[in-house]
């Protein structure tokens, strides 16, 4: 009679290659958003007036660097209490990385149709939905993590939950900036922005973890 084998296990990886690699993604990704700004040919008859003209390019700028620097601060507190992953974490961090690395292009569209009511509508709307997908993303590797005990067992339970309710308060948000951006598109990029410095706020509750010798 053949023995039945129990189910493999998932297997273990180090983070160091995790981190290095989202890092390096998300690194690029911030570096191609100010290749978006420029100024027309031609405009050194007035130039002053050109640099003020690229406003909406300065401000989605800032709103998406400050997402993904929101991305990149939330990820480093994940990593650094992760104590393993496994391919299933790895899967989910290449999703997170997927949707990061496509926002400078929503970016340049936000910037280039600003000026045209019903386009910039849409620009908006496209943009608020890849900013709330990369929180989404970042939320889930985390609780992904914590479901699957793949976090330290040094961090306590407390932590864990303060880690949990810090990256997951603003999702709810960025769904009413996107509804809000339907009819206001500028004033959505501004709560964008707010979202993300929220966001970026130190996690100021949380006890780091001791450095072994």
Request: glycine content about 6%; charged content about 15%; overall charge negative.
């Amino acid at each position: 009679m053949t023995e039945s084998k129990a189910p493999r296990a998932q297997p273990a990886y180090r983070t160091g290659r995790i981190e290095a690699f989202s890092d390096g993604v998300l690194a690029i990704a911030i570096t191609l958003l100010i290749l978006e700004i420029g100024v027309p040919a031609g405009a050194g008859d007035d130039l002053l007036a050109a640099l003020g003209e690229q406003w909406p390019s300065y401000l989605a700028y800032f709103v998406s660097f400050a997402t993904i620097g929101a991305v990149w601060f939330a990820h480093t507190v994940i990593t650094e209490y992760l104590e393993h992953a496994d391919s299933v974490l790895v899967r989910l961090n290449l999703m997170l990385l997927l949707v990061v690395s496509f926002l400078p292009f929503p970016t340049k569209l936000l910037a280039e149709y600003v000026h045209e009511p019903d386009a910039e509508r849409i620009a908006a709307t496209v943009y608020g939905i890849n900013l709330l997908l990369a929180l989404v993303m970042v939320s889930v590797v985390w609780r992904y993590a914590v479901r699957e005990h793949l976090v330290s067992p040094d961090l306590a339970d407390e932590d864990v939950k303060t880690l949990t309710k810090r990256l997951t308060p603003t999702l709810g948000l960025y769904v009413v900036m996107i509804l809000v951006g339907l009819f206001l598109p500028i004033a959505a990029v501004v709560g964008y922005l707010l979202l993300a410095l929220f966001v970026l706020i130190p996690f100021g509750a949380i006890r780091h973890r001791p450095t072994q010798a």
